[in-house]
């Protein structure tokens, strides 16, 4: 198992941090502040910490309804939430250029905009706070509640003073995986949102079009900037997950 | 099919389960170990099953050095508190699965199969599966399990621990009565000393990862050998300098050289016993167990002044090194 | 209660906003044309090259992640070894790491330049613009899916039934395949169905390693961005549906998979 792992993860790996510093820190370091791979970053690192607040909301309130809640078509709306895993990501892309692209029946045509990009990454995210949530929610003492609306609090004081607490490990373990997702999204983007250097240019794309054009220089130097940012995701997944147990490992 | 544990230790981490523990089981015997949570009964039996390897020491069976060898090996049965059931098989395959391990022919096993699960009054139940039993019959169904294979030993780890009351006393009656018809040496973990003393020839008493003291129950309640297996195996109270058991305390009515003066402050009347909480004449506190009849002839009230008279000497369990 | 009534529209229409309601774009612009062109589309000889080139390498990646994941995982959990945490770690990685990374680390180790290339090359075997560096990217994206799903599975069940197993005298082997495996074999299958779906929608590092060479080295998806590209959007919309199809019976699986959340 070791050594599937060291072939198929470490080596490649290896191969491009090597890579990447080869030819000194300098040229490391102007590849990384190139105007266009800093217009890059800077999209994608803005886009994806929006997302990623947008999903902190809206999916624990997904999550919320899907737990709490009880209606009609609430196991087709816990189904549907997978979507994103399920569907190849460049469909994903075809789909919203449906319905907002050039000829949508909404009139809207939001194709190669920054809010393109926001909108697709919405898209590819949407399953990870619910998913991470849902468990967690599920698993809430109801009694605690309870207990806190018998000594008087109300709703939104409940919320905030007992449910809150518990599942914020869960959210921001959401929020964290949402945010690596989407730093590192290429399939739904390269549709629609043209690709406009230094306008609509995600990381993910830079790295590519620079494979394409033989500058691996460039494309290695961002490239290990994402992959430092996606082992910094995992960490602190981690470490959040640590902490969530903190209480049930007692001494 | 005797065991033999020899200056057994073992230890997690930091912390020490056992010290230098032996102990000797009779072949065809009931042994209960009895103790507390931590005191290594459980890390002891396990070692015995070679479901852990001790650190230091060896582990006899039936006379032979049995230390290195796996579990497969040693012809242990093995019943665990949480049933360890095999929640994807049904109940007639989990008990076969001992059989079909060791490849018998598939009208053996169905034979054994039938006559186990007659014997743990399961018939019928052949086809369910185990969460479609409540627990008691799945830890029936785990006994059967281990025993379809004629182990030479059977080992219980709180086999009946997470059973609500009713049904372990019932299952405790059932294992004995079981015992006495097929005398499998048999080992059976346990917290509660009633359990034991009910159940077992001979109990052994651990604590802290040592053994206090290995006796049959009358002995260890009538003789024990320190002041831990007096309180475990029943209450205690402080009379005159000495422990004493609450039923072997009077209250009398005649004054004499051995009696002191209380003051009743309670009287509990638990259906087949009564319990009577006192103050001392010199402020101390007393509890004096009484039967149903005791009781009722005594008339006792709260406030009222009695007399109470220490078990002779020799009557009760002394330990001469318990003094004041 | 008003607030359910609120916080439910939100869920709705936001889930009708970004979700469903571009897939049901999807459905009815593909079909508007008619379904003659999407069946030209479909039926051309590189689009169906590009259909089974892309099966061929889920079918490969499939099992060698299963296998690995149900390995990875017992050693996880069962097994106390230095480096667990580690082998967590990257395992993981795959999950927040740019596809399109991974293409490009491929290509530094095997591409003209890289550290393998050439050696290979000189032994006839070709890996990038060829369908093993797509096996390679595939089996990368798609690697922690299964383990993921065991992990947790098994430590919840413990290994009780194991010991058990033990005491009844199987061996290690026999206590594997009689118990172990029976146990976990809903989460493996849950695992199976997301790496599938993972190894048929993989774009971005296949992208990089393929060459996007038409009838040789195009899959499934890259084809339907060759399409789009060239304003064949029957052709694109064609080879969607087929995915989205696919995607839908994937759902419905994972759906029934999943473990009953009781009320």
Redesign the interface.
């Known amino acids: 198992m070791t050594t599937f792992l060291s072939v198929v993860v470490l080596l490649p790996i290896a191969a491009l941090v090597w890579s990447s510093g080869s030819h000194g820190r300098h040229a490391f370091w102007s590849a990384v502040t190139a105007p266009e791979a800093v217009a890059a970053l800077k999209l994608t690192l803005g886009a994806s910490l929006l997302v990623a607040a947008v999903n902190a909301v809206v999916g624990t309130i997904t999550a919320w309804v899907l737990v709490r809640d009880d209606f009609t078509g609430r196991s087709l709306m816990n189904a549907v939430i997978d979507l994103p895993f399920a569907l190849p990501t460049i469909v994903g892309g075809l789909t919203l250029l449906t319905l907002y692209g050039p000829r949508s029946p909404l009139g809207l045509d939001l194709a190669y905009t920054r809010t393109a990009v926001v909108l697709a990454l919405l898209f590819e995210t949407l399953p990870f706070v619910v998913r991470t949530v849902q468990p967690v929610l599920h698993e809430l003492d109801r009694e605690a509640e309870e207990a806190a609306r018998s000594l008087g609090a109300h709703e939104g004081r409940v919320f905030r003073s007992i449910v809150l607490p518990n599942i914020l490990p869960g959210i921001l373990s959401g929020v964290a995986l949402a945010f690596a997702r989407a730093v590192g999204e290429i399939g739904a983007i390269v549709l629609v949102s043209g690709n406009l250097p230094f306008r609509t240019e995600v990381a993910a794309v830079f790295v590519f079009n620079h494979i394409q054009s033989g500058d691996e220089n460039g494309a290695a130097a961002v490239a290990v900037v994402l992959l430092a940012l996606a082992f910094g995701v995992l960490l602190a997944v981690g470490g959040l997950r640590h902490l969530a147990t903190r209480h049930e490992r007692g001494t | 099919m005797s065991i033999d544990a020899r200056n057994v230790s073992k230890r997690f981490g930091s912390f020490q389960a056992l010290h230098d523990v032996s102990l000797h089981v009779d072949g065809g015997s009931l042994t209960a170990l009895l103790g507390p949570s931590g005191s290594g009964k459980s890390t002891l039996l396990r070692i015995v099953a070679g479901l852990e390897r001790p650190d230091a020491g060896e582990v006899r069976l039936g006379g032979e050095d049995a230390t290195a060898l796996a579990p497969q090996h040693r012809g242990v049965g093995f019943v665990f508190q949480h049933y360890a059931a095999f929640k994807h098989m049904t109940v007639r395959d989990n008990v076969a699965f001992g059989l079909e391990v060791r490849k018998r022919p598939k009208a053996e096993i169905r034979a054994r199969v039938d006559e186990l699960l007659a014997l743990v009054q399961l018939t019928g139940f052949g086809d369910r599966y185990p969460a479609q039993l409540s627990g008691g019959q799945r830890q029936r169904m785990a006994l059967a399990r281990a025993l379809a294979p004629e182990p030479r030993v059977l080992l219980l780890d709180e086999p009946f621990g997470a059973l609500d009351a009713r049904v372990r006393a019932e299952l405790r009656t059932w294992l004995r009565r079981l015992h006495e018809e097929a005398h499998t040496t048999t080992v059976l973990v346990t917290h509660d000393q009633a359990e034991a003393m009910e159940v077992a020839d001979r109990v052994v008493v651990m604590n802290e990862g040592r053994v206090e003291q290995a006796a049959p129950p009358r002995e260890l309640y009538d003789a024990p050998a320190s002041e831990f297996v007096l309180r475990f195996l029943g209450e205690a109270v402080w009379f005159d300098g000495r422990l004493v058991r609450p039923h072997d305390l009077e209250i009398v009515l005649d004054a004499d050289a051995t009696t002191r003066e209380a003051q009743v402050d309670r009287i509990v009347h638990l259906g087949f016993e009564a319990r009577c909480e006192l103050t001392l004449d010199d402020g101390s506190p007393l509890m004096v167990q009484l039967t149903r009849l005791q009781a009722a002839e005594l008339e006792l009230e709260p406030g009222q002044i009695v007399l109470v008279r220490g078990p002779g000497v020799g009557v009760c369990g002394e330990l001469p090194h318990v003094v004041g | 209660m008003a607030?359910?009534a609120g916080?439910?529209s939100?869920?709705?229409v936001?889930?009708l906003a970004?979700?469903?309601?571009?897939?049901a774009?999807?459905f009815y612009?593909a079909f508007g044309q008619g379904v003659r062109p999407l069946w030209v589309a479909l039926t051309d000889a590189n689009t169906v090259h590009a259909f089974r080139l892309t099966l061929e390498i889920t079918a490969i990646a499939v099992p060698v992640n299963t296998v690995?994941g149900v390995?990875?995982a017992l050693?996880i959990v069962r097994r106390r070894f230095p480096g667990a945490?580690i082998?967590?770690?990257?395992?993981?990685?795959?999950?927040?790491?740019?596809?399109?990374?991974?293409?490009?680390?491929?290509?530094?180790?095997y591409g003209r330049t890289?550290?393998f290339g050439p050696s290979l090359a000189g032994h006839g075997v070709q890996v990038l613009f060829a369908t093993p560096s797509l096996v390679?990217a595939t089996?990368?994206v798609s690697?922690p899916f299964v383990a993921r799903e065991v992990v947790p599975t098994l430590r919840e069940l413990g290994d009780?039934?194991e010991?058990?197993?033990?005491?009844?005298?199987?061996?290690g082997r026999?206590a594997f395949w009689?118990?172990t495996l029976?146990?976990i074999?809903w989460a493996v299958v849950y695992g199976v169905v997301?790496t599938t779906?993972?190894s048929?929608?993989?774009?971005?590092a296949v992208?990089?390693v393929s060459g996007h060479i038409e009838g040789k080295t195009e899959t499934?998806?890259l084809r339907?961005?060759d399409y789009?590209e060239n304003f064949n959007t029957a052709g694109?919309?064609g080879i969607?549906i087929v995915?989205?199809a696919i995607?839908?019976l994937?759902?419905?699986a994972?759906?029934l998979l999943r473990p009953k959340?009781g009320?």
């Open positions: 607030r359910r916080l439910r939100v869920a709705v936001y889930l970004v979700l469903l309601g571009p897939l774009m999807v612009r690995f390995v990875c050693a945490g082998v967590n770690a990257l395992v993981d990685l795959p999950l927040a790491l740019s596809p399109v990374v991974v293409g490009l680390m491929l290509f530094l180790l890289g550290w390679l089996i990368f690697l009780e039934q010991q058990a197993a033990y005491t009844l005298g199987a061996s026999q009689r118990i029976p146990s074999r997301l779906a993972r048929l929608g993989e774009y971005g992208a990089v499934a998806t339907v961005q789009y694109a919309y969607a995915l989205a995607s839908v994937v759902l419905l994972l759906t959340e009320a």
